[in-house]
């Protein structure tokens, strides 16, 4: 035989009531079956609820209760169609309703909901589910749970009366029926007779306890997910059904906060040696999990990971406490005989601090509870009062194999602190298959995800992104992102998910990932933004492997990076501001990066995408010495004096240096040689040398006056340049020479000027709005090193800040 459970979500709705039907119906054409389902999805929660609105004597309870009465009225409607059964069902319902009705109206009337009360509401769920799905099935007999899963009162809570439940469910189902229909949850309590339940989620244990009691094949948990996850899916997307668990591992994650299964189940079946299997009631054609003894062998180290939100952590500690036997088992007989239940424990080898893990509910009256256990140390000054720490999370990695594997905790703990999340407690049994550790709650959804990512999801890896700017450079990023994905995916085993884009006024944020077929359109009418309201949302989005990537120019911006990098949130910048910023602050950037194990990375900075920085620090960690660095570092000066001609005066020049996309929005930064300025100064420093722009030599071509005023002054003035340019280009033009601004870096002295350049030079020939860079090194000293390219433009900016993106994905 087999015990087959259906949770609340298989009962819940039309679609999933049909769907049970058909699975009973092909299973009992095999062996007999017993069938115990939960109340109708929602309503249990609901009949609570209820109460207390009755019991704070709102009216609305009665408008809550009818709706429960016509929610299990249209699902009758819908799938009883004999009418003859239809309408003994609604007698049976409806009967079952009215006594509901009354004990609420009496919880209305007197304003007192005890115990016993509560305990007979939330029975009529499962009665009432049982009831239609018992009529529903062709030959299935109805059984009441009250009255052979029996509860008795130990420590103020109600246990299951072991020895009685599993006499008297023998005895029921001595004629085992084809079809058996049983009611989940409900029990009675043997002494009293009173209503009682196995606590919220206790069908499983019906189930459970019905299975080890008649030696069943198998007990099968019927549910809406496709089996045993490696982590709660409604947190962790990416989660995926584990085929195979052992008891062990599954109790462990089932403590730990698994939802899947309540706790209790799994110990009766597990020492009657009965697999439990999980499925899938929309999905029934899937294998699910299987739960058993001896699991095949399976390498993965780690099988799962779970938790529980809002947990407390209770430190006693005191000198006595040092080498004293039985501390610990006054604080645990102590605490179980008030019924509070403890998941972790973790005390430091010195023995004069345990911290005990209990849930926040729990935590006031554990307290107390410690507090008088101890009175006497703590009034003799041996112990301090207990202390409490409230707001937190556990978090468990189970895994019968961690046992085998060495490393484990190190790559569970590296993993949490290079994502900046501090663990503030953690335990590890002796049986090595659980590694348990606390959290401040803001860090659970992180913690959880880092750790999935790293345990489980070696196929994907996963990069969280901010694109903050949306204009040229930010535009052809996203755009080459979107292209890309798939291939990215399917070829590097990398997803580049953009979760935020900000342009100058306005932010999309997503977890999940931002559509960016029409991010443009969402971004116009989305939420206003500014640097500051955008540093708190990313940061308080709190994602694993983030990266903001600044493809503005914006001072405000790049002012948010030390913060970002403290947060373990590494940076990419197209944007020069911060690098080429006071030299300390540029320090502090790298010097927290290093620290918090994140990336800062600007090598568009220097010539758009060509690989200039890199190649520095490629020369420099291999033990060579930067001597001399000369370059032309503008694309859109060289552009510039490469259009200038007769009949291109250079004010013209400037304005299609614009409109092409090259020069930086203002054009005056890069004609004042700011902007060169700003790249030797990188430059110099990834070279290793102290510079500042102030050191810089500067010998500039405009008039310092047309800087000062506006820039539509600017633009006004500009023509009056083109003559005396003009006279200079035919004197050049005349010796066979061509303007290039140079920028040189000599052991550390910089300079940037316009040089006439001759012939035979290597800058002669720079064409378009190119850029070059020679390397003076100690190992390329008679023949520099050279790198020529593209210098600007925003797709091939794009490609570079691309390339970092790719370079912190490690690919
Ligand atoms: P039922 O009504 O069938 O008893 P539950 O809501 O009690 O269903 O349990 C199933 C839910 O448990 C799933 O929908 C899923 O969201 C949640 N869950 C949490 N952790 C896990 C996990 N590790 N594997 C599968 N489901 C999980
Ligand atoms: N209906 C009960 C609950 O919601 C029992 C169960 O579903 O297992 O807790
Ligand atoms: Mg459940």
Redesign the pocket.
Known sequence: MKVLK?????VGSVQSILSLKSIVEKEAKKQPIVVVV?AL?GITDKLISTSTLALQHDDNWKYEFDQMVDRHHKMIDTIITDTKKREDLFNTVDSLFEQLRSIYFGVYLIHDLSEKTQNAIVSYGERLSSNIVAALIKGAKWFDSREFIKTERINGKNALDSELTNKLVKNTFKDLPHISLIPGFISRDTDTDEITNLGR?G??YTAAIIAAALNAEVLE?????D????????VIRT?YTINELSYIEAME?CNF????I?PPTIYPVCIKNIPIRVKNTFNPENEGTIIKNKINDDKKPIK?I?SINGTALITVTGLSMVGVIGVNRRIFTALANEGISVFMVSQASSENSTSIGVREEDVEEAVKVLNEEFATEIEDGAMFPMHAECGLATVAIVGENMKHAAGIAGKLFGTLGRSGISVIACAQGASETNISFVVKSESLRKSLNVLHDSFFLSEYKVLNLFVCGVGTVGGKLIEQIRNQYEELKDRSQLKLNVVGIASSKNVILNRDGIDLSNYKNVLKTSELSSPEKLKEAILGMNIFNSVFVDCTASKDIAALYQSFLENNISVIAANKIAASAEYDKYVELKKTALKRGVKFRFETNVGAGLPIIGTINDLRNSGDKILKIEAVLSGTLNFIFNEISSEVPFSETVHRAKEKGYSEPDPRIDLSGKDVVRKLVILAREAGYRVEQEDVEKHLFVPQEYFDGSIDDFWKNLPKLDADFETRRKILESEDKKWRFVAVMDGGKTSVELKAIERNHPFYNLEGSNNIVLLTTERYKEYPMLIQGYGAGASVTAAGVFANIMSIANI
């Open positions: 259906f949770g609340g979500t298989s939960s999805g989620g069908s499983d948990i019927w549910t809406d997910v089996g045993f996850m490696t982590a709660d899916p409604r989660a994650l906060g698994a939802k899947v309540y799962g779970s």
